[in-house]
């Protein structure tokens, strides 16, 4: 159990364009999920928490209004990057977690696969 | 605000043998939350093991264990029984009041 997936793993666009990523949470549903963007060989950088039904919180620094979280569903969040520039290149990684009755700290994360993406 | 230090940039170890990785947090919190995450080069995380900050014993699962030292604030991995598949990025991560803060990461290599 605890799967999620993320599409696309891999994409290519230039830059002006805009890129939208989806997490899915497969077998439970994800009252939380996370968005982190990872460099080369550094840990993961948190850009965002997004809660159903309600407004992403952004990290200091992350700007909102270039990368658009929406959280519709209790199994989905897209991360759209508008206006892409080739500094957005970056592996883009999301995570879900099923709220449980301990509350936050015993959440676990359940992270999809990635994203890379890469702006020309 | 909380912090995670993972001292070991990298670590390398014979195939078979046991390998320590290191992490320690400051935290004022009280109830908290320690994972390990596998990274391979693949690139996604992998969730290994969790220590919740109240639980009396350590953690284990498979050949993964938490050696928990909570007045020294420290959650170590233990990966018994190395093999050449856990060559990958090891990352400590706590999680209390705030959203999940990763250490740095450490790059562990088994050797044949």
């Known amino acids: 159990g605890a799967v999620v997936s993320q599409h696309p793993s891999r994409v290519i666009c230039k830059s002006g364009t805009s890129v939208k990523i989806e997490c899915r949470s497969l077998?439970?549903?994800?009252?939380?999920m996370f968005w982190y963007r990872q460099f080369p060989k550094k840990s993961l950088m948190l850009m965002a928490t997004s809660n159903e039904g309600s407004k992403a919180t952004y990290e200091q620094g992350v700007e909102k209004d270039k990368f658009l979280i929406n959280h519709a569903s209790l199994t989905l969040s897209t991360l759209t990057v508008t206006s892409a520039h080739p500094e957005d290149s970056s592996f883009y990684i999301c995570?879900?977690?099923?709220?449980?009755?301990?509350?936050?700290?015993?959440?676990?994360?359940?992270f999809g696969p990635g994203t890379r993406l890469t702006v020309l | 605000a909380q912090k995670i230090t993972q001292t070991q940039p990298g670590m390398f170890v014979q195939e078979k043998e046991a390998v320590t990785l290191d992490c320690t947090y400051d935290t004022s919190d009280q109830s908290y939350g320690l994972f390990w995450y596998k990274q391979p080069s693949s690139g996604e995380m992998i969730f290994l093991i969790y220590?919740?900050?109240?639980?009396?014993q350590n953690a284990t699962e498979g050949r993964y264990s938490l050696n928990f030292q909570k007045a020294r604030k420290s959650a170590n991995l233990v990966i018994s029984a190395s093999q050449l598949g856990d060559s990958a990025m090891y990352f400590c991560?706590?999680?209390?009041?705030?959203?999940?803060?990763f250490g740095k990461g450490t790059r562990l290599s088994v050797i044949a």
């Open positions: 991560a706590f999680s209390g009041n705030t959203p999940l803060v």
């Open positions: 995570s879900a977690s099923e709220a449980l009755a301990g509350g936050p700290s015993t959440d676990t994360q359940y």
């Open positions: 220590q919740g900050s109240y639980d009396e």
């Open positions: 077998d439970f549903q994800a009252t939380t």
